[in-house]
Structure formats: C-alpha cells, structure tokens
C-alpha cells in the first residue's frame, strides 16, 4: 500500500491516548466548523444547508459559539430563528387543510437535512476507520503502533469489526480491545470498592479521574478544549 498524508495522520493518532478515530472525527467536526465560521457563513449555498438542517446538532452549535465564533454563530442562529418564526406565521395562516395547526407546526420547524458538522465527522469517522483496517492487514509499522496503543472504543471497534476485516486485523484489535478494557477496570476497581457500604474509605478525586477513560472506552472520547 502507498503511504500517503492520511496513512501518517492515522498513525500519528494512534500513538496518541484514546481511540484514535474518535480522535480525528472530532479533528474533522472542528475544521469544519473553524471553516464555516471565517468563510462560509456568507456562503449561500452552505447557508442554505444549514437553514436546512435548522442549524447544526446540539454539540455543534455549543462548539461552534464557544470554541469558534460567537459571531458566526449569531448570524448563523439570526437566520434559524428567522427561518422558525416564518414557518410557525406560514402553519398559522393555512386554514382547512386536514392536519392540526400543531402537526403543521411541528412539520415546518422539523430539521430537512443533518447537522454539517456531524456529516463532517462522520464522513471522518468512516474514511479513517476504513484506512485502519485495511493498514492492520499486514503493514508492520501500523501493527506494531496499534499494538501499543489505546485501541478503539467500544463505538468504533463494531463499526471495525462490521468492515469484514481480515482475521489477522480482528485478532489484532480484540488483543488490544481486551488489554484496554481490562486495564481500564482495573483503574476504576478502587470507586467499585469504595462503593461497598461496609468499606469505610472514601472516593477520592483521583479514583475519579479514572472514570473519563472508561467512559471513553464505551462511549467515544469527549471532545475537549
Ligand atoms: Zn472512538
Ligand atoms: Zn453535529
């Protein structure tokens, strides 16, 4: 296989803590939005997407007004909520059609397209996840690094393992799934242990910090900062 940029970038993740596409899938939602908020907030067609969609998901919008651009996220919500009080005014004013106003309501703020940030993430998602599995087949360097890593979360090892992977990639990525997962509960054992009412110590905040990664484990990693 030729080794190009994304190869390098999968690799580079991978030797980072955590699941590595989670890693790059949230690296993807982000350029998006970093994207959106200094060029395409004047760009129709995007806008027109986004109006679509009545926005962007929950976790975007968030991202979007405090890690990128309160501005963006004014003119881009400006027009959302535009946008919801002509669809409410449009339901009102139809009169003797067989739905309720509230069904006719309900229709016109319902989102007709999804969240771009999210489809930036999960093209993301599929594209590096593809590229693992395929490089777990036989490339040295890839194995060595994955066998030293982190692994996957739980999330993205079924959508691995759902890829048909070859039997020398899934044997690979159970091996470090079960040192992971093993390792992760034996770092929560102290809470589980404390949580016995005739145990008399208390958790502390460091017994705490070992919650994230298990969280991580079975859910996918928290976008931070
Ligand atoms: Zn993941
Ligand atoms: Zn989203």
Known sequence: MEKHTPYYELLEAIRQSGCPVCRLAIRSGDRFLETYSYEHVNDIEIRELVRAAR???HHHT???FHKHSPLGTAL???DILGEASQQIGAAKEQQGIMRSLAARVRKGLTPQGT???????NNAEQRHL???VETLRGDREAQETYANSDGLCLLHLR???G????REATELLLRVQEKRIAAVREQMSEIVRKADYRVKERVTP???DSLPAALAQVVGEEALD
């Open 130 to 132: 593809g590229l693992l």
């Open 55 to 57: 926005g962007f998901c």
């Open 76 to 78: 881009t919500f400006f």
């Open 163 to 166: 890829s048909r992977p070859a």
């Open 115 to 121: 969240c771009l940030g999210c489809d930036a993430q």
């Open 159 to 161: 959508t691995a393992l």
């Open 62 to 64: 968030w991202r979007l």
């Open 206 to 208: 460091k017994d705490i």
